[in-house]
């Protein structure tokens, strides 16, 4: 089976991690993954991308043409692409509503499959007959690893306490107010944060595994992946109550929910403080990417085979 994964390519890192890894993970199941990014920001910037897609497109047969994000599934519609999966994330159902009228009309007449992440997004989309498939965490790459070790190599000081804002602090609604105040309530000059911003894909286990704590404060999210690597790396975690993060780490010892609320959180982080692991892997065996890639499989057959009875 060959399959094309189209997404954006804006970031520093180029293409998601996220996407990429996926893609990756399909490999082990025999599937002949090609990629195309998207360069450029914002509608006029994607819709830039529209002639090169459809030249690519015209050179090339695949079975399966597999996006990510629904403004690059757009484009890929405009492009002419046939047998469309598209993957929506977190900032795609919760868009605004106006935005959400476009989602719907291409889900339901244009795109062979959709799939969401969580069932909060499902419910949050409105959608019919999509698809809820988590994406999946490689076991391989994302395990527990001596903490000292890691925050040598990544010249993060030993003696003291490290918190992992796992986002783009810059975003805004990845709410890193809310994480800075609550850690300036602790009072700890032995704290120190660090940020999942623009890091090289193959440190980022090591950033979880070097933390003491892996903080996430987000207003939304979908399906957030940084939540489900920090427990395959069973590191301790704080997060709000948003997307799937509450039943991802339901159960976990070290793993916590708390309030939009400063004062819960600096409690939570204290207590999560108290961790020098988790039971987070054995938690989520479910989320090995391996059994996650067999799911996509199934579906990109599923709707091969929809195409040829019609």
Known sequence: ?????????????GISPITYNQGESLKKQSVDIEYFTIKGKGLIGYLSNVKALK????RKDFDIIHVHYSMSAFVASLAG?????????????????????????????????TIVKSNDMAESLGVKDVMVIPNGVNFNRFKPLDKIDCQKQLEWDFNKKHILFAANQDREEKNYKLAAGAIAILKDSNIIV???????NKEVPLYYNAADVVL??????????????????NRPIVATDVGDIAEVILGSKGCFICKFNKNDL????????AFNATDGRSNIENLNADRVSNLIVSMYQSTLDNKNKN
């Open 1 to 13: 089976m060959k399959v094309l994964f189209i997404s954006s390519g804006n970031s520093k890192l």
């Open 216 to 233: 996430l404060t987000s207003l939304w999210e979908g399906s957030p992946n940084v939540i489900k690597e920090a427990m395959a790396c």
């Open 55 to 58: 030249r690519y497109l015209k």
């Open 194 to 200: 660090h940020f999942l911003k623009d890091v090289p």
């Open 81 to 113: 692409a046939k047998s469309l999966v598209v993957s929506l994330m977190g900032t795609d159902v919760k868009a605004s509503p106006f935005f959400k009228i476009f989602i719907k009309f291409f889900a339901k007449y244009i795109w062979k499959a």
């Open 266 to 273: 600096a409690k939570k982080i204290q207590q999560a403080l």
